[in-house]
């Protein structure tokens, strides 16, 4: 019996996991004239003052501040942002890194952003390029190229649909029906043992307990060796680990991945075993 391809599945929080800080701080808030606080200070009174959802209040405040400073939000504007991301020691060249170790197990490893963060910024990232698909906040365009109108928001709980979405090998976000739809583990594209969600923070608990509750693991990062968020979510049984995060090559990350990814394809080929044995058995019979 020839052994099927093992996926893996590796999922990413974007901001504050891949990057220092939320994305907006880099270069979108400073283009306004405004301090990243002043920005959150009025966006969390909107949002209270309107009994709004915070992404959503994000996306207004985004598109009325910067009509305020007489600029136009655009698909190309966002974009160019992602050119100012500061990445975390080791990002660079850890996909490729993760890619080829994951190869030399057997494994074949997919990378996916779920982030409350805005997709063309992400898009527009130099990593971007490593990632089968990326759900986050997207805006709208009129025929002008204008942002107009939330097209996706994705807020903490709402990230769980895309762990769905991934172990189903639906990707397709306007493809509700086949998500929906019952199907036998067996027939899903990424097993959730095969399923590894990273995060930084509360935002993320409803992601990681999922992941973790059907099997899969789940991975705090924490920055400036503050390590309260982290120590909370292990103790609260969130997270099966956490790390630094730096990911450079034999770093605290770069080790506990490559150790997940033996034990998946440790447990890949045993499973493999067992079902060649019970074939063996049904021919006998």
């Known amino acids: 019996m020839q052994e099927k391809e093992t996926l893996v599945a590796i999922i990413y929080d974007f901001d504050k996991t891949l990057c220092d800080k939320d994305m907006q701080e880099y270069s979108f808030i400073p283009s306004l004239g405004m301090e990243t606080s002043e920005f959150w200070r009025k966006t969390d009174e909107f949002v209270k003052r309107e009994k709004m959802d915070k992404i959503l209040g994000c996306m207004y405040m985004m598109l009325n501040e910067a009509k305020n400073n007489g600029k136009f939000i655009t698909k190309e504007y966002l ?8 990445f975390f020691p080791g990002i660079l060249d850890w996909f490729e890194r993760i890619n080829e170790y994951g190869k030399k197990c057997g494994l074949k490893i997919e990378h996916y952003i779920i982030s409350s963060g805005l997709r063309e910024i992400i898009k527009g990232t130099e990593i971007s390029k490593y990632f089968k698909e990326i ?3 997207e805006f709208l365009y009129d025929e002008r190229g204008v942002a107009i109108w939330p097209k996706m928001s994705v807020n903490y709980t709402t990230k769980t649909q895309f762990l769905t979405r991934i172990n189903k090998g639906v990707l397709d976000i306007s493809n509700d029906t086949l998500l929906n739809e ?3 583990e067996e027939d899903r594209r990424i097993s959730t043992k095969n399923m590894i969600y990273l995060g930084d923070g509360f935002t993320d608990i409803p992601s990681m307990r ?3 509750e059907n099997g899969g693991y789940a991975i705090a990062v924490y920055q400036n060796n503050d390590k309260h968020i982290a120590n ?3 103790n609260d049984n969130r997270i099966d680990f956490y790390a630094e995060a730096n990911y450079e090559e034999n770093s605290e990350i770069d080790n506990l991945m490559k150790n997940i ?3 998946i394809a440790m447990k890949s080929k045993l499973n493999n075993l067992h079902k060649l044995q019970l074939s063996e058995i049904e021919r006998v019979d």
């Open 182 to 184: 019952k199907m036998l």
């Open 79 to 86: 974009r160019s942002l992602g050119a100012d991301i500061n």
């Open 261 to 263: 990814l033996d034990e």
């Open 210 to 212: 999922m992941t973790r």
């Open 135 to 137: 759900y986050a906040c």
């Open 232 to 234: 909370s979510l292990l």
